[in-house]
């Protein structure tokens, strides 16, 4: 199994990235991937990390949507290719119209950080098959755009179609989402978005390590 | 890329002088010059400065650049140690933590800027001291940052907030925006920091980032402009009319009065864009990795001026720079303004002529675009022009070695500190029992939890943070950890979870309210914190940094209250064998209310064998003994925080600390923590002991109770036992035959047992029960000032 992950102008968590994967599949098979170059190198997997893309001027993640990497993206993805957005990496694939939904200010409108307490909603994407549903995850947060948000309607669609993949535990809403939705996957379930950070746990010297899971997931999903 | 040829040294007839009319003394005067220096540049020259000479001579003279009134005391600071690898004098300095890795590492003020405007003061400074880093060659890997505000709970006879007060919440909440703004956007970790809150800090509030690198021995670079024929190339944003003159009107001399004042200052403070930064950073590295660059250097405080003549002067050349070259983001700037622009993320570098071409390039892949503006000669002038035009011909040496150094007349202040400083209003009656006095404790600005400051940064990017803020006394960071300067390192070389992990303890910190009341001794004290709270965490000093905040120091008592804290600084840095590496001096802090408390905040960096032996500050089991480590003598009253609460003056001189007996106590418990013999340590600092104990319950979730029998308890115990202050110490906890093990080398009350979730003491008629709750609530009191 190899991963990709994807490098912008301003992404910040992209070696945290290479680095987790890596704890889960073996060192040397992560590498980065440079946005200006369409050529996804032959992964298997495609992470989209955390950061901030061109700056997030406009709006976050709205530039890099347009980038040829992400067009290289959008069709592995469109080909059933797991690809996974950390944070900025969701904002990026909800601009890009990978994923449902829209990012909003926290209702703080604070750049918050602290570990959260996740829920597993739904394990049955390709970013989820080795954790449970139900399964609570510690994972660090940190944004300041990351209030997920969708109007009525599409909510309805993504719950009917159990498209929610992670909520934050009940008493743990560092942003106000719709319906305290921390992450959701598309009709297909191979691309999954979440605000926290599953990078940053995957570690025990720098803390939790429930992050792992998520790394580990398509080679799992694949097996299955 | 351009097919423009590159820039080659001009030919110059030796009589010729640069165009234009000089303006003058009045002018120089304007820009922070006095007459007597006004003249020295012109005999220097040898005619009266043009514009340009004169706009670049009044910032390269600042105190700012030149540190004129503080060098001389400067020279006294120990500046070698076994690790230091890089003292002062470059952008930041740099110790060896082994395996080849150096830790370069430094700290800076933004004072003034952030007075004017404090979001973008404060994003700004995190903004410099990075580059100074990476200018080095080092990938930033942490930010921290030192901030002094005036009281934000002062009321009224209403019991509304005083105007200085809503003042103060507004710089604080905007200092904190603005950091995390910049450090959060361009992923580097915030791990630390300190934050104080005083009266005399309210019309000038202090705000000193601290940032450290990671480089590989032989990839440090220095900033010497070497090699006669190779080309200098500015690259990173274009060049406006922000910061114009902010190194010496706004940074070298005293605030003007009121929001007015402010509001006309606001020009001189540069705006920040971390999304540039961070790609400078990356293009920085690769150009580096690639081996492709002579020299490099930022460009800061007076912009191309100070950057271009120190990399002169360093490599004892000259330069040629042509003005007209460099890209702008405004049109009409003259010659001078681009000379002097403070406009933010720029970088220069000198490289040789073949390798111009690539330089650029890799600049264009990051879009920092990167342009040759001048060339290195063998002239030993700095020649500026504009276009074909000589604007400005300078000696390098005269610019940058020859500002008059003054010497300053200390004089102590009569009638003591409290004649300098007004007696803070009274927060506190007298005669509260000691339960109600540890729950005010709790809740002052400067004790209550940092946790609504630093949940807004970042403090886990780049996988290196094993102890994060709050966690304990010290940051810790894995170095290098999993990933090098350039990306992750190869499997042999990161840190496996069954051997030692190498890493370094980092912090900061710096009381100003003991430095007013005993320069010497209070100095020595910040020095001593640093090292308690590295002993924690396992860690020895490698070396320290300082950023000296200081009033007017064409002042006497100022004077004496600088060269007393340079003096307790030496001392204590050959105590606790912390070499200076580097810093800042921040003078001229005086509002319309008066100077600043004197506040030289000490950055230090010490080396944790293993990480994973790093001691917590919370109690972490039931039933461990609990011990105070440390004092020989009865901890004082006198400055501390409880004497602020109950509207004390400051008292004239503190008692003498015993530096080396301090030294042996912070040996003693960093060497206890190495060898994990203990469950967690924590200094004791603000608040003195009984608030230390209640600071290990709040971070530990646990309790802790202690019964003194009646034999021993007489009148119960004093507020001096309970809440008085004195350095190196600690509050430790662990097995009963650990404590015994420690208490054989250095002075060790065991006091209490861990465990409940209340904190309970029992001392004849002293009492004190407080469930952890009650003891959360009191020292969440910052939120509010957040929501």
């Known amino acids: 199994m190899k991963v990709g992950v994807v490098q912008f102008p301003g992404t910040c968590d992209e070696i945290d990235a290479v680095l987790a994967a890596e704890r889960a599949v073996g060192v040397g098979n992560a590498e980065l991937l440079w946005h200006r170059d369409r050529d996804l190198k032959g992964v298997d997997a495609v ?14 993640g709205s530039i890099a949507a347009l980038s040829p990497a992400m067009g290289a993206v959008a069709e592995f993805a469109r080909a059933g290719g797991p690809v996974l957005g950390i944070c900025n990496g969701f904002q990026v694939l909800c601009e890009a119209g990978l994923l449902p939904g829209t990012m909003l200010m926290n209702l703080s409108r604070r750049f918050t950080f602290r570990d959260v307490t996740l829920r597993v909603e739904a394990a049955d994407t390709a970013w989820t098959a080795a954790t449970s549903a139900g399964q609570e995850l510690v994972i660090p947060a940190k944004h300041q755009t990351g209030r997920w948000y969708a109007p009525d309607d599409l909510l309805d669609e993504v719950r009917g179609n159990d498209q929610v993949v992670f909520t934050y535990a009940a008493d743990d809403r560092p942003n106000g989402s719709s319906a305290n939705v921390a992450g959701v996957c598309n009709a297909q379930r191979n691309v999954v978005g979440l605000m926290p950070h599953p990078e940053h746990a995957t570690d025990p010297l720098t803390g939790s390590v429930d992050g792992l899971l998520l790394f580990r997931s398509p080679a799992e999903a694949a097996r299955v | ?217 032989e990839r440090l670079t220095l900033s010497a402009a070497t090699g006669v024929g190779n080309v200098v190339v500015l690259f990173g944003a274009s060049t406006g009319a922000d910061g114009i003159g902010g190194a010496s009107v706004l940074a070298s001399a005293e605030l ?53 003549s120190e990399m002169a002067s360093k490599g004892e050349v000259g330069l040629d720079l042509d003005v ?108 509260t029992t000691p339960q109600e006095t540890l729950l005010a404790l709790l809740a002052s600005p400067n004790v209550a939890s940092r946790r609504p400051l630093f949940e807004q940064y970042d403090c886990v990017v780049q996988s290196r943070t094993v102890k994060r803020p709050g966690e304990a006394d010290a940051a810790v960071l894995m170095v290098p950890g999993p990933a090098g300067p350039n990306g992750p390192l190869p499997a042999d070389r990161r840190p496996a979870l069954d051997a030692p992990v190498p890493g370094v303890g980092v912090s900061i910190d710096g009381s100003g309210r003991r430095v007013a009341a005993d320069p010497y001794t209070g100095t020595a004290w910040n020095v001593l914190e640093c090292a308690a709270n590295l002993a924690c965490v396992g860690a020895e000093p490698l070396g320290l940094t300082n950023n000296l905040n200081f009033g007017n120091p064409e002042k006497p008592h100022i004077a004496w209250q600088l060269t007393e804290a340079v003096r307790g600084l030496g001392d204590a840095c050959r105590v606790t064998g912390a070499p200076v590496v580097g810093g800042n001096v921040s003078l001229y802090n005086e509002g319309t209310t008066g100077p600043i408390y004197p506040t030289p905040v000490v950055g230090m960096v010490g080396k944790v064998p293993d990480v994973r032996a790093a001691a917590p ?113 600690f509050i430790v906890s662990g097995s009963r035959e650990a404590l ?39 020292h969440g009191a910052l939120a509010r000032f957040f929501a």
């Open chain 1, 47 to 60: 992470v989209v990390p955390g950061g901030f893309s061109y700056g997030d001027y406009l709006r976050a």
């Open chain 2, 1 to 217: 890329m351009s097919d423009a040829p590159l820039p080659t040294a001009r030919e110059v007839a030796a009589d010729a002088t640069p165009v234009g009319t000089p303006p003058g003394v009045e002018q120089a005067i304007a820009l922070g010059l006095t007459a007597d220096e006004y003249a020295l540049v012109t005999e220097k020259l040898g005619r009266e400065p043009v514009q340009v000479e004169l706009a670049m001579f009044s910032l390269m003279w600042s105190e700012h650049c030149s540190y004129k009134h503080s060098k001389p005391l400067l020279r006294t600071l120990p500046t070698e140690g076994p690790a230091l690898v890089l003292g002062p004098g470059e952008n930041a300095g740099a110790v060896d933590v082994g395996d080849g890795w150096l830790i370069t590492f430094k700290v800076e003020s933004h004072n003034h800027p952030s007075a004017v405007e404090p979001f973008q003061g404060a994003a700004t400074g995190v903004g410099g001291i990075l580059r100074d880093i990476f200018a080095l060659g080092a990938r930033p890997i942490a930010v921290l940052d030192a901030l002094r505000f005036g009281d934000v709970d002062d009321v009224d006879e209403d019991g509304e907030p005083t105007a200085g007060a809503i003042r103060s919440r507004f710089l604080l909440d905007g200092a904190v925006r603005g950091i995390g703004h910049y450090g959060n956007s361009i992923g580097v970790p915030n791990i630390g920091g300190d934050v104080y809150f005083e009266g005399p800090y309210e019309t000038n509030c202090l705000v000193n980032a601290m940032a450290l690198g990671l480089v590989e021995r």
């Open chain 2, 256 to 308: 003007v009065g009121g929001d007015d004042g402010a509001e006309s200052m606001r020009p001189t403070v540069q705006v920040g864009d971390p999304f540039e930064e961070s790609k400078l950073v990356e293009c920085c590295l690769e150009l580096l990795d690639k081996g492709l660059l002579v020299s490099l250097q930022d460009l800061g405080a007076a912009g191309l001026t100070s950057s271009a």
């Open chain 2, 324 to 431: 007209s070259l460099v890209p702008r983001r405004q049109e009409g700037l003259e010659p001078f303004e681009v000379m002097v622009s403070e406009s933010q993320e720029r970088m220069l570098c000198v490289v040789t002529p073949d390798k111009v071409d690539e330089v650029v390039a890799i600049t264009d892949k990051w879009d920092v675009h990167g342009t040759a503006i001048g060339v290195v000669t063998d002239s030993r002038r700095f020649r500026v022009f504009d276009g074909d035009e000589l604007v400005g011909d300078m000696p390098v040496p005269a610019l940058v070695d020859d500002c008059p150094v003054y010497a300053i007349h200390p004089e102590r202040p009569a009638g003591g500190p409290a004649a300098l400083y007004p007696a803070p209003p009274a927060r506190l009656a007298p005669d």
């Open chain 2, 617 to 729: 500050l919370g109690f972490q089991r039931d039933g461990d003994a609990v011990a105070l480590v440390g004092w020989n003598v009865l901890p004082t009253l006198e400055a501390s925080e409880l004497a602020k609460l109950r509207g004390q003056e400051l008292p004239d001189g503190l008692p003498e600390v015993d530096l080396d007996h301090a030294q042996r106590v912070i040996a003693a418990v960093r060497d206890a923590v190495r060898a994990g013999e203990l469950s967690s340590a924590h200094d004791v600092a603000e608040g003195g002991f009984l608030t230390a104990i209640a600071e290990c319950c709040i971070a530990g979730g646990r309790g802790w109770r202690h019964e003194v029998d009646a034999e021993h308890a007489g009148d119960g115990l004093s507020d001096a036992i309970l809440f008085g202050e004195w350095p190196a110490g």
């Open chain 2, 740 to 778: 015994d093990r420690l208490g054989e080398q250095v002075p060790l009350d065991v006091f209490g047992t861990v465990g409940g979730d209340r904190l309970e003491l029992t001392a004849g008629p002293t009492t004190i029960s407080l469930s952890l709750d009650e003891l959360r609530e009191a």
